[in-house]
């Protein structure tokens, strides 16, 4: 049974409804990540653990990365990091985390919304894991992410297949999430600007916020940037 940092800690995830107007993904996200001392368990997201471990060392930037939890699990592994979130309260609590473990030093937190981010620098690896912004389509907030990949650098996405979807999420509606397929269509990650690596769904155990053990699934895309835009 795998417990990883996208499961809640304590109470029920993403239960309030996200609206367009400025401002908002910050105030909810601060009034989420405010209600409960720890949002996530503090482990690194396996799919991002089996799926960087084996490359080398960049810049990376880890978008939606709350509380940190993979933005340091990077930086131990020698990669100077971007984290960027909407939440500031998240990104203290990163902060605060990546001092507690001596990994400050090469990690940049950014507090930013995607709905007015625009990339100003490119990396070697852009990692997006659960970034279910209700707040914009998942297809905008993600093709920030294929944009900020340099030519040679790694586009890794992964999120909540909408056929093993978490239960504790009254908001789940399947519309809202992808597949690895739906991604690599509606991002043209394909030839000849990507080399698709890995397209799946993967199923894992995990622990929900009652204690009990759930199913979920994963839809993992990762790629390679062959040539710029
Ligand atoms: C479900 S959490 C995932 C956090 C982390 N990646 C993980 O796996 O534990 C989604 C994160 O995306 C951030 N987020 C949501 N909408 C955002 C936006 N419009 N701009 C930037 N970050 C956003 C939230 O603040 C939250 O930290």
Known sequence: MTKHSHTPSQSHEHDDAE???????????DEKYSSRPKM????????????????SPGEALDLGCGE????????????????????????ERAAAHARERGQDATIEWVQQDLAT???????????????HSTQ??????????????RTGGTLLIVGHHPDGLPPWGAHHTPEKFFTAEDLARELRIEEPLWRVEVLDSRQRGAIGPDGEAVSLTDAVLRATRLAAQ
Do not use: C, K, Y
Not at 77 to 90: C, F, K, P
Not at 136 to 149: H, R
């Open 40 to 55: 996530w368990s503090g482990d690194p997201n396996p799919q991002l653990v089996a799926e960087v471990a084996d490359l």
């Open 117 to 131: 981010w625009v990339p100003d620098r490119l990396f070697d690896l852009v990692t997006a894991q659960f970034l």
């Open 19 to 29: 609206h367009a107007a400025p401002g908002t993904a910050a105030r909810m996200w």
């Open 136 to 149: 914009m389509p998942w297809q905008q907030a993600l093709q920030l992410a294929a944009a900020a990949v």
């Open 68 to 91: 940190g939890a993979d933005a340091i699990w990077l930086a131990a592994r020698g990669w100077a990091v971007t984290g960027l979130d909407v939440s500031a309260v998240a990104l």
